[in-house]
Nanobody
Framework: VQLQASGGGLVQAGGALRLSCAASGTSLSSNNVGWYRQAPGKQRALVAAISAGGYKAYGASMNGRATISRDNTKNTVSLQMNSLKPEDTAVYYC?????????WGQGTQVTVSS
């Protein structure tokens, strides 16, 4: 199982980014998938998650500015982030668990300039 996160970059405050997590070796439609972020010196924290059944949950960090979605035809899970702030700067990782084992993507850097 491999996860590939993409879509990060440098954006000005107030801008938007759409991150994508693509999987090989598993079908994301059958798994719970989460997006996490880790800023320098901070712990990794949940941004958003979507269950196999489509239930969505969000961490407090984005405060309504993020939307997670799944595209089963492409075997991807995306994270749309709007109204970005400098404090959203972090490496963003996607995650899934299969048989109690965690799989992480390599992370994609999001940098928001003020």
């Amino acid at each position: 199982v491999q996860l590939q996160a993409s879509g990060g970059g440098l954006v000005q405050a107030g801008g938007a980014l759409r991150l994508s997590c693509a999987a090989s070796g598993t079908s994301l439609s059958s798994n719970n998938v989460g997006w996490y972020r880790q800023a320098p010196g901070k712990q990794r924290a949940l941004v958003a998650a979507i269950s196999a059944g489509g239930y969505k949950a969000y961490g407090a960090s984005m405060n309504g500015r993020a939307t997670i979605s799944r595209d089963n035809t492409k075997n991807t899970v995306s994270l749309q982030m709007n109204s970005l702030k400098p404090e959203d700067t972090a490496v963003y990782y996607c995650n899934t668990q299969i048989w109690n084992r965690d799989y992480w993507g390599q992370g994609t850097q999001v940098t928001v300039s003020s």
